[in-house]
């Protein structure tokens, strides 16, 4: 069935194997709905992104995320409670704020 699909890992909702297929990871089993899309935010995730986050259940920073503005990104994936991937994004340390107005609390 998956012939020269590459196997990326476990599914975290059923232990099937996950491969590669046109647009997305996808879990072998056909009773499993489990995917992730390889297009997040604009970056094409590699086998070894999707790996990570299929062992590891998080991913590290990953670059090249591009916002509906437009600008680029940087966050990483992990999963949600239903096995859903989701962005993190790492809190900014203070000061490093671009051009933004901060309005005053009375």
């Known amino acids: 069935k998956f012939g020269a699909e590459l196997l990326v ?13 046109n647009k997305l990871y996808a879990c072998s089993s ?13 970056k ?10 299929l062992t590891k259940k998080k991913t590290k920073v990953l670059e090249g995320f591009n916002s509906k503005a437009g600008k680029k990104f940087s966050a990483s994936l992990e ?22 107005k901060r309005s005053a609390a009375k």
């Open 9 to 21: 890992g476990a599914c975290p909702v059923c232990s099937e194997e996950v491969h590669t297929k």
């Open 30 to 42: 056909e009773t499993c709905a489990f995917v992730v899309w390889k297009v997040i935010a604009g």
């Open 44 to 53: 094409t995730l590699t086998p070894t992104s999707v790996k990570e986050l």
């Open 79 to 100: 999963f949600d409670e239903k096995n859903e991937v989701k962005l993190v994004f790492t809190p900014r340390k203070k000061g490093t704020t671009k051009n933004r």
